[in-house]
């Protein structure tokens, strides 16, 4: 039964049922951004943000009325959310079918853009662009769940170790060593950045030489030690272990050379020139390239459905 209003009556809108709405949908950009780092997964990231959102809305009227910031309370949530969900993820992964890539990102400043809270960003600090390429993610993935969120919320989201050691349930002392931890990580895993146009062109040329299957060109174009890792997840066919070594990459791509149904288009992939494939228009694939100088140092290919769904609904 549909009750109309009266003719004494008006129109309620959300926000004056729950007053703070629009600061909570307003945090939910940040928490993606966060989670996703976190958890190198944006279909986990948005279950996080739902979660968080539950568990917001769990609480009495005057237990969030009692709260002094609304999105320091999110993000301390979040963050123990994702704390939780990572200690089961090692777990899910070690039966997980081949090897586990993180989710690839399509060029949304939705996902990957500033957000208005950041601050001065000192040079020993990764910026947020950095944080989703997809290298980046991959060393992540051999951190502790503690280094990981330690390092992400200081280092990349700039919050003081007093605030970490609060979510994390350690000393601020404990959390500086860390993220200093996890610093010397990626520190020990990053190469000389090549420029943006050298990475594009870098990419455009593989792509050439993968349609023309010109094996030459493609170990040309490869470290004479690179890697390519497939992710199908059990869904689609990969290989369960990586290529290694230029020839023996370079002839893999170049025996699944794209015909009439399958194309390859260049896009941002996590903020990288990368590329996607499509069979009859639909997106099968998305692949990630680690370029070093001039030459490809690693290729991550996504295959699996459920890690295309944010590509598919554009």
């Not at 950009?29 to 279909?43: F, K, M, P, Q």
């Not at 944080?131 to 951190?143: G, P, T, Y």
């Amino acid at each position: 039964m549909t009750i109309q209003p009266g003719p004494g009556d008006s129109r309620i809108e959300p926000d004056q049922l729950d007053p703070t709405l629009n600061v909570i949908m307003g945090e939910r950009r940040r928490l993606i951004n966060l989670a996703y780092r976190l958890l190198g997964s944006l279909s986990e990231a948005e279950d996080v943000v739902q979660e968080t959102y539950v568990r917001w809305y769990a609480m009495s009227d005057s237990r969030r009325a009692a709260v002094e910031s609304v999105g320091a309370w999110l993000t301390t949530v979040a963050s123990r959310v994702c704390l939780n969900v990572l200690g089961s993820a090692r777990a899910r992964r070690e039966r997980y079918v081949g090897a586990w890539i993180p989710e690839p990102l399509p060029e949304r400043a939705e996902w990957d853009g500033p957000w208005d809270g950041a601050v001065a960003d000192p040079a020993d600090r990764v910026t947020l662009d950095e944080s989703v390429d997809m290298a980046f993610l991959v060393v992540l993935e051999s951190m502790t769940a503690a280094e990981r969120v330690a390092f992400i919320l200081h280092d990349v989201f700039r919050y003081p170790f007093t605030e970490v050691a609060d979510i994390v349930g350690r000393t601020p002392a404990a959390c500086r060593q860390l993220a200093s931890s996890a610093r010397r990580r990626i520190r020990a895993a990053r190469a000389p950045e090549p420029t943006a146009a050298q990475r594009a062109r870098v990419v455009r040329d593989f792509k050439q030489a993968w349609e023309a299957k010109d094996i030459n060109a493609l170990i040309g174009l490869l470290d004479p030690a690179a890697t390519a890792t497939g992710d199908g997840g059990g869904v689609v066919t990969a290989l369960r272990h990586p290529v290694e070594g230029a020839e023996e990459v370079a002839r893999f791509f170049a025996a699944r050379t794209p015909d009439g149904r399958l194309t390859l288009h260049e896009c941002a992939v996590n903020g990288r020139p990368g590329l996607v494939a499509r069979v009859d228009g639909t997106i099968v694939s998305v692949y990630a390239f680690d370029v070093v100088g001039e030459r490809i140092n690693r290729i991550w290919a996504v295959l699996n459905p459920e890690k295309l769904r944010s590509w598919r609904s554009q």
